[in-house]
Every structure is written in C-alpha cells, then in structure tokens.
C-alpha cells in the first residue's frame, strides 16, 4: 500500500513536471494525485475512521496555509489595482539589470525575515512585474527572488515556517538563530547573486504606462490602500506573537480591516465607479488554480506523511547516514521535492532535547537546511510554488536556469555556517 501511494505520488509529480508537454494544468494533476493518495491509503486501511481523523487534523493545517494565501494575494491585488506599487517603483529609477537584481534581491532577503518567504514573494512578484517587460528577463529576476526569501526566512524565527516549527518547540531561541544563520543565509544568496549577474548585462525593458481609466484610483486612495495593505502584512507576525493564534487569522484579520476601510474609502461610489479598486473584484482577479494546485500537492504530500513514508524515511537517513551535517544537507535537499515542514516535524520527533539541546548545531543545521534547501526545485518550498502560479513558471526551466545557482549556494551556506560553528561554537 505504501509503496502504491508513493508511486502515484511520484506519478503525479511527473505530470506536474511535464504540465507543458502532457498540456494538463498543474493544479489538476496536483487534486488528482492528493485524492488518489489518500483513496488508496483509506481502501487498505481497516479503521477508516482513524484516516479520516488524520485526513481532517492535517486539512487544518492546509487550510490555515491557503487561507494565509488567498488573504495575502488579495491585499496585494487590492494595493495592485490601485496602483499602490507605483510608490515603490517610482523610487527604483535604476533599469540597469544587474542593479535592479541586487536590489530586488536584498529587498526580498530582509522583508522576508520581517513577514515570511511567501507573503515576501507575492508582494516582490507584483512589484517585478510593474517594474520589467520582457518574460524571460523578469523570470530570472522571480526565480531569484525565491532564493532570496527562502534564505532571508530562514534566519528569522518568523520568516520561514520550519523555523518557527522549532523555535515552538524549544529546539532553537530567536536571537540564537538570528546571530547564527544570518552569515549563512546571506551566503546563500550572494553565491548564485554572483554568478547570474556576471551574466546579465544591459537594462531590463520596463512596460508601457497604461493610460488612464475611469476606475483610476486618486492619490489619496493610492496612499490609503498602499499604508493598510503593507501595515496588514506587517501586522501578521505581531499578532502571532502577542496572541500565539496561526498566522492565517492575522492574516484574516488584516484582510477585514482593509475591506472595511476600502469600502469606506470608496463608499460614495456606486459597484460600478468602484470598479477594479473593490475587494469583490480582487476576489474575482487572484490565482484561484494556484491555490488548488497548494491544496493538492499539500493533500499528497499529507498522505505520504500519514502512512509513515516520511517518517521512514528519516529514520533510514539516521541508520544509514549517521553523520548530523549530512542528515541536514540531505533533508535540505529532500524537502526540494516532499515539505519541509513533516521531514523537520520527523526530526522533532527523532530527537529528543536530551540528545541534542536547544541551540545545538544540529538544530541550527536543520533550520538553515530545511529554509533554503527548498529553492533548488521550483516547487520545493511555499514562496516556488506560489512564484510559479504567478509567473506560469515551468518546472524545467527553472531547473535548467535557477536550480544549479540554489544549490551551489545552499551548499555554500551549509560550509560557511559548519566553519563558523568550528570557529565560534
């Protein structure tokens, strides 16, 4: 039965590798490979009341991340409609490629860590695309964006989820992890920075400015909606921390607030003067198939979870491995392709703080692995996956472009943060 699950698994991630070959929407192969996974698992299974308890404890848990999604993506779509971004790419005058690289760059590296890596993804997307034209270069520019906020998450125990899985869990303290991944992380990031913009040469092609419409926001409404937009983004990791509630109700909760301010803004205005600037219509404008395709390929990956694949698998990485900076290196690169977030709960569950105390190298290890190691696959980690709905991404162009950089400055992250644990302890 285990064996069945992981071959539909691997099945459907071919096909979600292949989208543009086999032409079937990702977020389809994604629904089919997660129902089946599960199909399978509770028709083997005698107690088929204990699969669905399992099936609805992990739905909670997917349904706090899409909800965290579609909030974030229509605060960002209701800033966009009002040309609310315009206040940021008025000041980023540069159009020289490699400039605007390292400035994008940096940019998403430290929000990250202030937010976390998908919220910083989506909003640095929508800004890239008022800023460049041309597809293939604002590709480059998005698939390095993904490496810059998974490495700025990684460093912050609010930037990327499986840290903050273990600073909940007592195996990592903030200002620890801080002082300890920055160096690395930074690395991460400045290796394949390096390496692309020795090869990007020229001015990016900004796009045409589209002329004024009847739903044309005023400066006032502009200002308004870009201030709560970003506050509301802002405000998420505060209200997890003072209420210790998932960061999906923040989310929520900030999202309420917009829509009512929004609605007061405008409220003189009849539905159709609101135009493009209500949240009904932002509702209507998000990427509903990349949310269904999170849904799905987070459904599967569950299943694998619940019948006890990934849990092997850690175990067998254990036995056979033994050596901790290995085990971290692999699961780094194994996240890439299956969440971080179970194989890092599997660990938790592996490892006891008597064998290896908080803010030991091992923990610290997996926290920088888990973060960053994601980025060498386009669907490997929650910031790809949402990049990849909103740009159309191919699976295999970004292996072909931006894969090789993630890793070489994965592993460059991983030798700087083992020398600076030999030196410093």
């Known amino acids: 039965m285990e064996w069945l699950i992981v071959l539909i698994f691997i099945v459907g991630y071919a096909a979600i590798a292949f989208e543009h070959g086999i032409k079937v929407n990702k977020a389809a192969s994604a629904l089919i490979t997660g129902v089946l996974c599960w199909t399978v698992y509770v028709l083997s299974e005698a107690d088929k009341d204990l699969v669905s308890t399992q099936l609805a404890e992990h739905l909670s848990t997917i349904s706090g991340i899409l909800f965290f999604l579609l909030g974030a993506m229509v605060i960002v779509e209701l800033i966009d409609a009002h040309d609310g971004f315009d206040l940021v790419t008025k000041r980023i005058s540069t159009t020289d490629k490699r400039r605007l690289l390292w400035l994008t760059c940096f940019i998403a590296f430290f929000l990250s860590a202030i937010l976390d890596n998908l919220t910083t993804t989506i909003v640095m997307v929508s800004l890239i695309r008022k800023i460049v034209a041309d597809r293939e270069d604002r590709l480059l520019l998005v698939g390095m964006i993904v490496i810059a906020a998974n490495a700025g998450g990684a460093w912050s125990p609010l930037g990327d989820v499986t840290t903050t899985m273990l600073w909940i869990g007592g195996q990592i303290t903030a200002l620890n992890i801080m002082k300890m ?30 002329e004024d419409g009847p739903w044309n926001s005023t400066p006032f409404e502009r200002n308004a909606v ?18 210790h509630l998932p960061p ?6 900030g999202l309420g607030v917009m829509w009512v301010l929004t609605e007061l803004i405008h409220g003189k205005k009849d539905e159709a003067e609101k135009g493009l600037l209500s ?4 509702l209507r404008k998000i990427d509903t198939p990349s949310i269904l395709f999170f849904l799905g390929i987070l459904i599967a990956i569950t299943a694998l979870e619940s019948v006890g694949t990934l849990h092997h698998l850690a175990g067998w990485l254990d036995r056979s491995v033994g050596n901790v900076t290995a085990i971290g290196v692999l699961i780094g690169f194994i996240s890439a392709i299956v969440d971080n977030v179970p194989l890092v709960a599997a660990s938790q569950g592996m490892y006891d703080l008597s064998t290896y105390p908080p803010d030991s190298f ?10 960053t190691g994601g980025s060498t696959l386009i669907i490997g980690s929650a910031a790809g996956v949402a990049a990849m709905g909103m740009e159309n991404i191919n699976f295999f162009w970004y292996l072909k472009r931006i894969s090789v950089l993630a890793a070489i400055g994965y592993l460059a992250g991983v030798a700087v943060y083992v020398m600076q644990h030999a030196l410093f302890g």
Do not use: D
């Open 362 to 371: 091992f923990w610290e290890l997996i926290a920088y692995c888990a973060g």
């Open 226 to 243: 870009f201030a709560l937009g970003i506050g509301a983004l802002l405000f998420v990791p505060i209200f997890k921390t003072i209420t």
């Open 248 to 253: 999906y109700m923040g989310m929520l909760f």
């Open 181 to 210: 991944l920055f160096l690395p992380s930074l690395v991460c990031l400045l290796v394949p920075l390096l390496i692309l913009s020795r090869k990007m040469k020229g001015n990016v092609q900004t796009p045409e400015k589209e």
């Open 279 to 282: 949240v009904n219509h932002a």
